[in-house]
C-alpha cells in the first residue's frame, strides 16, 4: 500500500469537520463572487493524455455561487470545515441546510479538482513571505 493510499484511508477515519482546508488554486474577486482558475493537471505516462483531453474539454474559471464565495473565502487554511459550516447557518440560515453535509460535497469536489487541500494530509502545504500557498508534491504521488 502507497503512502498516499494509506493517507487517503487514515483521513477517511477522520472528522473532516476538524480540519482546516486551504485554497491552493488561483483566484479573482469579481466584485460579488469568487471565480476560480482551473489549476493544469499534473501527471504523467499514458493517464497524461487523457488528463490533457479533460483539461481541454472542462472550463478554465468556475464562478461560484453566493454560498460557494462565502465558503471559499473562509477556506485559508486555519479556519475548521465545522466553523464555516456554522457562519453558513448564521449568515444563510435554513437554505444551506444541511450545512455540514453542503460543504462537505463542496470541499470534496475542490480537493478532487486540486482547488484545495488538507495541509499534514495532502502533498506538503507552506506559504511563502507574501503568503502564497505552495505545495510540494511528493514522490509517490
Known amino acids: 500500500m502507497s503512502s498516499r493510499k494509506e493517507s487517503e484511508q487514515l483521513l477517511s477515519q477522520t472528522n473532516l469537520l476538524d480540519l482546516a482546508p486551504i485554497r491552493i488554486a488561483d483566484w479573482s474577486d469579481s466584485g460579488d463572487r469568487i471565480v476560480i482558475h482551473r489549476p493544469k493537471r499534473r501527471v504523467q505516462g499514458l493517464r497524461s493524455l487523457v488528463d490533457k483531453a479533460l ?5 478554465a474559471r468556475i464562478r461560484l455561487d453566493e454560498v460557494g464565495t462565502f465558503a471559499w473565502q473562509r477556506l485559508d487554511g486555519s479556519t475548521t470545515a465545522g466553523s464555516i459550516a456554522k457562519a453558513m447557518r448564521m449568515h444563510f440560515g435554513e437554505s444551506v441546510e444541511p450545512a455540514e453535509e453542503r460543504l462537505g460535497k463542496f470541499i470534496q469536489m475542490l480537493r478532487r479538482e ?27 504521488n
Open 114 to 140: 486540486g482547488m484545495l487541500a488538507y495541509p499534514g494530509w495532502d502533498d506538503e502545504v507552506t506559504k511563502d513571505a507574501r503568503g502564497a500557498v505552495r505545495i510540494r508534491k511528493t514522490a509517490d
Open 55 to 59: 483539461d481541454w474539454l472542462a472550463p
